[in-house]
């Protein structure tokens, strides 16, 4: 799928430059984050947007004057049947990424889909099997999953620093921006979904939800309790109705707890050497509890635009032929969280399982 552009006359560095694979794109979708997407992929000297799709003639309009060399279309179908697009972008509302992506695959395009990846696990599983039977990549937009701040979770996890894991325990709050089309759920809680897919090992077995409406008729507030394997368990809390912007993660282990604050400007992770000791001298009714209160540390993290890293590692997917970690499969397991989240909701809190 992907172009090689060489010359004769290009000198060695020149030719070694353009060598690398450029691979095409379309985005479907100029709202909130598609602008996003087409700047970060303008970064990238392996990629190119050569259309850009979207139903708002104002959003088309924008569009026109920052990238005057782009086509630009109202019509997703011209970006599906072009031959010279390798990749679509689907960053539309997500009733609207089965057909689309569906529709792109059919037509021979890697997909990269705005979270979450489908209104539910059937649709799903369908493009993932597609997806395979025409070798094409996906990658669902967890973006979180490429900050440097959860990369550097991932390893302290991987190298033992925190010891066995105890808890994950988030809070996602701000006021708005309210959907019209999926509740607070939906909108917020894919991204702990997917950190929490990307940072625990084991499966979660069970989900209970609860929430309430308050004003368009979705549920604008919901806390998300999630069991896994070996006592661990994790909590979310996302509201749309918080007066303050929050997004706080705590981790808990047996050996040292860590707090992510994504707003801090610096020192957004900090691991605590804190933890309780318990030993027992003639049984359970003897036990003493010790209280460990140890140093507190930041570690470096990194400056970098998670998205240039996400779209660079999607490039890198398509041109070297390699499954990305949030691939179709990542985003179906986010999708089948999300919908036993909800069908707990709609039984006011019952367990559902796995």
């Not at 259309?51 to 088309?60: E, F, Q, Y």
């Not at 959860?150 to 988030?170: A, F, N, R």
């Not at 318990?278 to 209160?293: K, M």
Request: with cysteine; hydrophobic share 40%; charged share 25%.
């Amino acid at each position: 799928m992907a172009t090689f552009l060489t010359t004769p006359q290009d000198t060695n560095a020149t030719q070694e430059q353009r060598n690398k694979a450029l691979v095409r794109f379309g985005v479907i979708g100029y709202g909130y984050w598609g602008p996003k997407v087409i700047r970060n992929l303008d970064l990238l000297e392996e990629a190119k947007v050569v259309a850009i799709c979207d139903k708002s003639a104002a959003s088309r309009r924008k569009a026109e004057r920052l990238y005057p060399g782009v086509t630009i279309t109202d019509d997703a179908n011209e970006l599906m049947t072009s031959p010279d697009i390798d990749a679509i972008a689907v960053v539309t509302p997500v009733w609207t990424h089965y057909e689309l992506a569906k529709a792109a695959l059919e037509n021979g395009k890697h997909i990269f889909v705005e979270k979450p990846f489908t209104s539910n696990s059937a649709q799903a599983e369908e493009l993932i099997a597609l997806a395979a039977k025409k070798n094409l990549k996906i990658m669902v937009d967890h973006t979180f999953l490429f900050t440097p701040a959860v990369q550097k979770i991932k390893q302290l996890l991987q190298d033992g620093e925190l010891g066995k894991l105890y808890y994950y325990d988030s809070t996602r709050v701000n006021l708005g921006l309210f959907q019209h089309d999926v509740n607070v759920i939906w909108d917020l809680a894919p991204h702990d979904l997917s950190i929490m897919d990307h940072l625990i090992v084991e499966s979660p077995e069970a989900i209970v939800a609860t929430g309430q409406t308050h004003l368009n008729g979705h549920e604008d507030i919901a806390f998300i309790t999630l069991y896994f394997p070996d006592k661990v368990v994790a909590h979310l809390n996302v509201n749309w109705l918080s007066p303050v912007k929050v997004r706080t993660t705590m981790i808990g282990g047996e050996k040292k707890m860590l707090v992510w604050n994504d707003i801090e400007a610096d020192e957004k992770v900090k691991v605590y050497d804190r933890g309780v000791n318990i030993s027992s001298t003639e049984g359970v009714y003897n036990l003493l509890v010790n209280y460990r209160s140890g140093d507190m540390w930041a570690p470096r993290i990194e400056q970098a635009e998670a998205l240039t890293r996400e779209l660079a590692y999607f490039v890198d997917c398509i041109v070297n032929d390699k499954t990305p970690m949030n691939d179709g499969k990542a985003g179906l397991r986010v999708v089948k969280m999300l919908e036993a989240a909800s069908e707990s909701l709609r039984q006011r809190g019952s367990l559902v399982y796995l």
